[in-house]
């Protein structure tokens, strides 16, 4: 099992700057996804 701090570390050591972007981009994705739960969840 891979935890998110393990697959940054990963992605330092080879091509840091692509894999790096793409690090960045997951966690943005999966933090607006929770964002967006909360809203849902305050309307209800």
Same mark, same amino acid.
């Given at each position: ?19 790096? $972007? ?18 849902? $969840?305050?309307?209800?």
């Amino acid at each position: 099992m891979h935890t998110l701090m393990d697959m940054f570390r990963d992605s330092q050591m080879h091509e840091p700057q692509e894999e790096e $972007g793409v690090f960045l981009y997951l966690l943005e994705d999966e933090l607006e996804d929770r964002r967006m739960e909360e809203r849902e $969840g305050a309307e209800e």
